[in-house]
């Protein structure tokens, strides 16, 4: 159990730090085999589109949350934290709406 609100919001910054930089992967990956598939239909997408975005999100979620930890400062803690969980939250929800464009739109 946390002693205080910042503990609370370092474990929290700890946990979204190591996801996101993998979502970042994620999204590459995704990217990737979407270029390969768009190049064999000849038909363009959204999708890929979508998850360049959200790698840039998951980006801002990983660097908030890994600076977030570097600070002493406890406002700003609180600060680069809220903007870790914004960023985090926005770009899961971006990820699955590029998962309903990819599933929808490419055929192949």
């Known amino acids: 159990m946390p002693n205080s609100r910042a503990d609370l ?5 700890r946990l979204i730090c190591p996801i996101a930089a993998a979502m970042v992967g994620v999204c ?8 390969v598939s768009v190049s064999l239909a000849r038909q363009t997408t959204l999708a890929d589109d979508l998850l360049a975005i959200d790698a840039l999100l998951f980006l ?24 870790a969980d914004t960023s985090f939250i926005g770009a899961m929800l971006l990820m699955t709406c590029a998962c309903f464009v990819i599933t929808y739109a490419v055929h192949i």
């Open 28 to 35: 590459l990956t995704g990217i990737g085999i979407l270029q």
């Open 60 to 83: 801002t979620a990983m660097l908030s949350s890994y600076f977030a930890l570097r600070l002493d400062s406890a406002r700003r803690l609180h600060r680069l934290e809220q903007l």
């Open 9 to 13: 919001d370092e474990r929290t910054c």
